[in-house]
């Protein structure tokens, strides 16, 4: 599944984009800055989006690329 593919489905998974993943780990203290923080690991991001909005590993390792700064809304 192409990037963008992720984002999609993650968008009608749980009706949120990018931009609302941003905010949200921003809040849970995961990023800071629109950065995220050298102690956030890819674990704690797919736990996060496992339990509150219930993604897959594939789906929640995108928001994590995302946050990253690794991918953006315009990747493939």
């Known amino acids: ?13 749980t009706g949120k ?3 609302d993943f941003r ?8 990023t800071a800055g629109g950065q995220l923080k050298g102690s956030t690991k890819a674990g704690d991001i797919v736990q996060w989006l496992k339990t509150d909005f219930d993604l897959g590993q594939g789906h ?5 690329a995302l946050l990253k700064g690794t991918k953006d809304e315009h990747s493939a």
């Open 1 to 13: 599944m192409s990037f963008q593919g992720y984002l999609k489905t993650i968008l009608a998974k």
């Open 17 to 19: 984009g990018p931009d």
């Open 23 to 30: 905010k949200l780990a921003e809040e849970k203290g995961f």
């Open 60 to 64: 929640a390792m995108a928001i994590y």
